[in-house]
């Protein structure tokens, strides 16, 4: 999930929020001003049941931050690279450029989140009853009462062990430490995440029969949306089993063609020597250090009458932003760094020199190769088997 805009960093984090954040903050606005806090206490300002639905709304997306958060300072000490957190639609998300090196690191890093959530959730829940107490029955009352629940709740839900959630983790952590093996570990999680979702269509389309259509709605598209999730962990992780052994050298593009960072929009769109075969391009400084990545997408954002005077160097991706790896690095463990990268490529480089690129299609087409002979040697064995 790629944010759309970035709020700042906490904790040496970069925080950004994707552009769905919208659609869930003006229900929940909407949802507490105009139904909750009116059917409770009737008869108030509408802008103060506004005001305390858009600050409860606020401080609800600081409590999904903080759960985040939670597990992005988490990853850090146990040795995970962390990329950012982006707050979404359906919540929010660590995104983490490694995997966890052990079963306990696994439980550590997923187990955090829920456990900050209810944390927050008593807290909130103290603050209402010292609110009953000092103030009395009221809107802010209210409001901290919700916020004590919500994040109760939230705690509880992200526990059930299904990928993606971090219930799901925690099975896999697990798994992992039962089996040993990483690869079955989150395809048991994956298939639990997906038993979950089905779960929660169905039960969501008897609630839309039964009358009970918002709720209905909303428990299939979130049980859409853990199928989908859990189905892609699953297909990573057999991924991972096929690359299982292969380092880089052995799938990425050598010696790409490098642009230099002074070339202009302009000269590049002309020059043979990039057309037609690569989507995207080292940038380099004298021809051999490199100083980050352009892809054709940001070229052709570069509006026509500035490409003459606008530089490589002006718009690409710089180094500290793209994943770069060796040629000796396991396919497996750049694998996670590419997917939560922005342009999902690596540059290879050996010491500081390019010396490749590893790009998605690099990828399937060794996952493809790999697949073709393991099948083709099974086929063999079948074959041999039979005849003896």
């Given at each position: 999930?790629?944010?759309?805009?970035?709020?700042?960093?906490?904790?040496?984090?970069?925080?950004?929020?994707?552009?769905?954040?919208?659609?869930?903050?003006?229900?929940?606005?909407?949802?507490?001003?105009?139904?909750?806090?009116?059917?409770?206490?009737?008869?108030?300002?509408?802008?103060?049941?506004?005001?305390?639905?858009?600050?409860?709304?606020?401080?609800?997306?600081?409590?999904?931050?903080?759960?985040?958060?939670?597990?992005?300072?988490?990853?850090?000490?146990?040795?995970?690279?962390?990329?950012?957190?982006?707050?979404?639609?359906?919540?929010?998300?660590?995104?983490?450029?490694?995997?966890?090196?052990?079963?306990?690191?696994?439980?550590?890093?997923?187990?955090?989140?829920?456990?900050?959530?209810?944390?927050?959730?008593?807290?909130?829940?103290?603050?209402?009853?010292?609110?009953?107490?000092?103030?009395?029955?009221?809107?802010?009352?209210?409001?901290?009462?919700?916020?004590?629940?919500?994040?109760?709740?939230?705690?509880?839900?992200?526990?059930?062990?299904?990928?993606?959630?971090?219930?799901?983790?925690?099975?896999?952590?697990?798994?992992?430490?039962?089996?040993?093996?990483?690869?079955?570990?989150?395809?048991?999680?994956?298939?639990?995440?997906?038993?979950?979702?089905?779960?929660?269509?169905?039960?969501?389309?008897?609630?839309?029969?039964?009358?009970?259509?918002?709720?209905?709605?909303?428990?299939?598209?979130?049980?859409?949306?853990?199928?989908?999730?859990?189905?892609?962990?699953?297909?990573?992780?057999?991924?991972?089993?096929?690359?299982?052994?292969?380092?880089?050298?052995?799938?990425?593009?050598?010696?790409?063609?490098?642009?230099?960072?002074?070339?202009?929009?302009?000269?590049?769109?002309?020059?043979?020597?990039?057309?037609?075969?690569?989507?995207?391009?080292?940038?380099?400084?004298?021809?051999?250090?490199?100083?980050?990545?352009?892809?054709?997408?940001?070229?052709?954002n570069v509006p026509v009458g500035a490409r003459s005077t606008?530089?490589?160097?002006?718009?690409?991706?710089?180094?500290d932003e793209i994943v770069t790896t060796s040629p000796d690095?396991?396919?497996?463990?750049?694998?996670?760094?590419?997917?939560?990268?922005?342009?999902?490529?690596?540059?290879?480089?050996?010491?500081e020199s390019v010396v490749g690129i590893l790009t998605p299609?690099?990828?399937?087409?060794?996952?493809?190769?790999?697949?073709?002979?393991?099948?083709?040697?099974?086929?063999?064995?079948?074959?041999?088997?039979?005849?003896?």
């Amino acid at each position: 999930m790629q944010e759309t805009f970035r709020l700042g960093h906490l904790a040496g984090i970069r925080v950004g929020v994707h552009w769905s954040v919208l659609v869930i903050f003006a229900l929940i606005a909407f949802g507490l001003a105009q139904v909750r806090l009116p059917g409770v206490y009737p008869d108030r300002a509408l802008w103060l049941y506004w005001s305390v639905g858009l600050v409860t709304a606020v401080v609800f997306f600081a409590s999904l931050l903080a759960h985040e958060l939670a597990h992005a300072i988490v990853a850090r000490r146990n040795g995970v690279r962390v990329e950012g957190i982006t707050l979404w639609l359906l919540g929010g998300v660590a995104r983490l450029q490694d995997e966890a090196a052990s079963p306990s690191a696994e439980l550590r890093i997923s187990g955090v989140g829920p456990l900050v959530s209810f944390l927050v959730g008593l807290g909130f829940g103290v603050v209402a009853v010292a609110i009953g107490w000092v103030i009395g029955p009221g809107l802010v009352l209210e409001a901290a009462a919700w916020l004590a629940a919500i994040n109760i709740l939230l705690a509880i839900f992200n526990v059930i062990p299904a990928a993606p959630l971090d219930g799901g983790r925690l099975l896999r952590a697990f798994l992992w430490w039962r089996t040993g093996d990483r690869v079955r570990a989150t395809l048991g999680a994956s298939t639990a995440g997906r038993t979950f979702g089905w779960t929660l269509v169905v039960l969501g389309l008897f609630l839309f029969l039964q009358g009970v259509a918002l709720s209905g709605i909303w428990l299939a598209i979130i049980g859409f949306f853990l199928i989908s999730a859990a189905t892609a962990e699953g297909r990573h992780a057999e991924m991972r089993g096929v690359l299982a052994g292969i380092p880089v050298r052995e799938a990425m593009t050598p010696d790409p063609v490098t642009a230099p960072a002074e070339t202009t929009i302009a000269e590049f769109l002309d020059g043979p020597l990039f057309r037609y075969r690569h989507s995207a391009f080292p940038v380099t400084r004298d021809g051999t250090l490199p100083l980050g990545m352009v892809c054709i997408h940001q070229i052709r954002n570069v509006p026509v009458g500035a490409r003459s005077t606008t530089t490589l160097g002006d718009i690409m991706r710089p180094r500290d932003e793209i994943v770069t790896t060796s040629p000796d690095e396991p396919l497996t463990e750049v694998l996670t760094r590419m997917e939560s990268g922005p342009d999902q490529r690596a540059l290879v480089l050996d010491g500081e020199s390019v010396v490749g690129i590893l790009t998605p299609s690099d990828i399937s087409r060794v996952v493809t190769w790999l697949t073709t002979v393991r099948a083709h040697a099974r086929g063999r064995d079948h074959e041999e088997g039979r005849s003896g």
